[in-house]
Structures are given as structure tokens and as C-alpha cells.
């Protein structure tokens, strides 16, 4: 379907460009109120790729025949975005955000500084490194719920929040290569190459360890003087104080759920269990975040049906590219892509050196904090922040100069 795969490149761009002018979306609703519900919708960053492969399926439709449109959507995965929906319900309800926030308040006291300056770099470097155990998802959304009240407020320069915006997105993205199960690009190839978590920690996780902990300590010291001490926290009049087996059960299910996290049958069934105990529990709960998470699973979806049609002209360059160029490719080609994606396409070329292999993933997700879409985790992350900027919407071109130097700093640490 050669014609088919133009369009779907054409397609694939216009999601990308009205993924960089969500600002302009929302602007037009502040200066077009009659219609301002339309201009919200498609402001939201999470709804761009998602109205973009329905674009994509209808035209295939109307090209080559609906059923074979409905046989490409049917036959693309998505389990990842399944995945990440679920997780984020979990991970954020409100037993496990305050055991979390717990340990992290606990550690913090213990630092030599003030302890909201501790809790912040705690959120942004230690945080991030446990996606490797809890998966990036699940760090992405404790380490964004518990930086929202403290980094993403009034009275922080937009300036600072794009920073450390940009530093949480790249630490998540490297967090993840301690093991071999937790970042989406890593597990796209780890099989394929026998990749076990020994491999992962002796020849990526050190150095992410070392980059994640510079690029936290240098956006806090940046941000300390602008950060509140926080008061102490009290319950609402409606809350009550959650039982430690509520918590533990809580826990339970977030352990299980990613324990079973490349099989959607088994998770979907304990996220249904879940749902049911917080309800029956529901006096020690917060309103789970199933927008937020639904949204950024049909943004994933999205991506996993327009991603799929792309390979045609992704595959030639990855595989053109020698090691070192690869590189800079790979974190080139991440910030408009996906790297899972561009580290699967990796995984089907023939012969591929084992210098070439490190070079694709390493520079894939050194990318990974560049863009919105570059890594999977991104999308939740910005779902839970974004009402901390002006216009409730993150800038492109924020984010890109907020990650530009954390970008580095993992580039150079895989590099040399």
C-alpha cells in the first residue's frame, strides 16, 4: 500500500505539528468563547494523536476498503497504552501517593537542607531511578503528583518549571535502564538480544544513576530559593486516615500489576478488583484519575496506530546510520517519534553490531525527555502538570530548551 504509506507519513505529520501549537488551541478558546469547547479539546495534548489515527483509519477506509482498515487497527498492540492507563490509576490513588510521600518525607528530614529542598530532589532523581523496579509509568505519576503542590504552583518562574519539567522527563526516561523490564525501548529489544538486567545495570544503569543525580542537584539548587516550606499536612474534613491494610492491599495490587505487566488479560482483570476495593473502601480514597489516564491511553493508542505505518522511511535511516551518528539519530529521531518504537525497528535489522545496538538504545533514551511523545511515560506526566503553566498547557518549545541541558548531560554519560 505505497500510496497509503505516504498519506500515512503526511498524517503523522500533521499530528506532529498540532502536537507543538496546543498553546495556539488554547488560545483560541480564551479569544473564540462561542466555540472555545472545540479549540479546549483539541488543545489537549493527549487527544492529538488519538483524533489523528481516527484520520488515518477513516481515509485507509475510504482508500483500500473498510475491512481493511479495521484489520490494520486490529492487528497493531496495545498493550503499553493499556498498561500505562492502568498503572496510572494505581500508582495514583491516594494509600499508595501517601505511603510514597511518606518514605520521601521521612528521607528528606534526615537530609542537611531544608526538607522541602530534599523532597524535591528526592522526587526528581531517586524517584525517577525506581521506575526500573516499579516501571517508568508508575514513577512518572508518584514523582509528578508529589512535585505538583511543590515546583508546579503559583510563584515559581515558568522558566525554572520548564527545567525541572525537562529534568523529570529525562530522568524518567534513563530511570528505567537499571533492569531490563521497566523502559518500553529497553524491552523492545531485550529479548531479541538477550539483554538480562545484569547487561542493563554494568553498561547503562551506573551512568543513568550518575546523569539522573547531576541533573536533579543542578535544577534544585536552581529552584531553592523560589521553594515554600511546606506546612504540615491535615485531612480534610471528608478524609479519613487510610488503614495500614488498605495501603498494604493498595500496594498489593500495584505490585501485581506490574508483575503482569506484558499481559493485558491478567492486569486489566486485577485493575477490575481494584476498582471494586476502592469502592468498597471508598472513604479512604481521592477521586481516582481516570480522565487523566484514559487520555493518555488513547494518546498512546493514537501513536501505536499512526507509529505503525511509519516504518517505511524509520527503518533506512536507523539502519544506514554508523554507531556514533546513530546515536545523535536515535535522540533526533525519539523527539518525533516514539523510542520504543525506533528502538523496535532496531531489533528487525539483520546484522546489527553490538556498538550499533548501545548507540540506537542509549540515544533513544537520552531522547526521551525532549518532546511530549518521546517516551510513554511523558504523556502522564504532562496530563498531571499541566494545570501548574500558564494557559494550563505545556509549550513545545519549553519543554525542548527545559531538556535540552539534562539531555546533555545523559549524552555525555553514555558517549564517554
Not at 15 to 44: D, I, M, Q, V, Y
Not at 203 to 214: M, P, Q, Y
Not at 282 to 292: G, S
Not at 314 to 328: C, D, G, K, M, R
Request: glycine residues 8%; neutral net charge; hydrophobic residues 60%.
Amino acid at each position: 500500500m505505497p500510496n497509503i504509506e505516504i498519506i500515512a507519513a503526511v498524517i503523522f505529520a500533521l499530528a506532529l505539528l498540532h502536537t507543538f501549537s496546543t498553546k495556539l488551541f488554547e488560545r483560541l478558546a480564551h479569544n473564540h468563547p462561542r466555540h472555545a469547547g472545540l479549540f479546549h479539546l483539541l488543545g489537549e495534548v493527549e487527544v492529538v494523536f488519538g483524533f489523528w489515527a481516527a484520520v488515518l483509519i477513516a481515509v485507509m477506509a475510504f482508500m483500500v476498503g473498510g475491512s481493511q482498515a479495521i484489520e490494520y487497527a486490529e492487528s497493531r498492540h496495545y498493550t503499553e497504552p493499556l498498561f500505562v492507563f492502568v498503572i496510572m490509576v494505581v500508582a495514583a490513588s491516594r494509600p499508595v501517593v501517601e505511603v510514597i510521600k511518606a518514605l520521601v518525607a521521612a528521607v528528606a528530614r534526615l537530609a542537611p537542607v531544608r526538607t522541602v529542598v530534599a523532597q524535591v530532589w528526592l522526587c526528581l532523581a531517586i524517584v525517577p531511578l525506581m521506575g526500573s523496579l516499579i516501571t517508568e509509568p508508575a514513577a512518572m505519576t508518584l514523582a509528578a503528583l508529589m512535585l505538583a503542590p511543590l515546583v508546579f504552583r503559583p510563584g515559581i518562574p515558568e522558566g525554572l518549571k520548564y527545567g525541572a519539567l525537562g529534568v523529570l522527563f529525562v530522568n524518567i526516561s534513563v530511570g528505567g535502564t537499571l533492569t531490563s523490564f521497566a523502559a518500553p525501548p529497553v524491552l523492545m529489544v531485550a529479548a531479541t538480544w538477550n539483554w538480562d538486567s545484569a547487561f542493563m545495570a554494568t553498561h547503562f544503569g551506573w551512568k543513568a544513576v550518575i546523569a539522573a543525580l547531576i541533573n536533579a542537584t543542578v535544577i534544585t539548587l536552581l529552584l531553592r530559593r523560589h521553594l515554600a516550606d511546606a506546612r504540615p499536612a491535615s485531612l480534610e474534613a471528608s478524609e479519613q486516615r487510610v488503614p495500614p491494610i488498605v495501603s498494604a492491599i493498595h500496594l498489593a495490587f500495584l505490585a501485581a500489576v506490574v508483575a503482569f505487566a506484558h499481559h493485558p488479560v491478567v492486569f486489566l482483570g486485577l485493575f477490575l478488583l481494584f476498582l471494586g476495593f476502592a469502592q468498597a473502601y471508598a472513604r479512604y480514597q481521592t477521586p481516582l484519575v481516570l480522565k487523566e489516564a484514559l487520555l493518555v491511553g488513547f494518546f498512546l493508542a493514537g501513536l501505536v496506530v499512526l507509529g505503525g505505518m511509519q516504518q517505511w522511511w524509520l527503518q533506512p535511516i536507523v539502519s544506514s546510520l554508523e554507531p556514533t551518528a546513530l546515536f545523535f539519530g536515535a535522540g533526533g529521531l525519539t523527539a518525533i517519534t516514539d523510542n520504543a518504537a525506533l528502538t523496535y525497528l532496531g531489533s528487525l535489522i539483520a546484522g546489527i553490531s553490538d556498538s550499533a545496538k548501545y548507540m540506537l538504545v542509549a540515544g533513544s533514551v537520552a531522547g526521551g525527555g525532549l518532546t511530549i511523545i518521546a517516551n510513554a511515560p511523558n504523556p502522564a506526566g504532562a496530563a498531571l502538570l499541566k494545570q501548574g503553566f500558564n494557559d494550563e498547557s505545556i509549550s513545545a518549545g519549553g519543554l525542548l530548551l527545559g531538556a535540552a541541558l539534562p539531555t546533555i548531560v545523559v549524552s555525555a554519560m553514555f558517549l564517554f
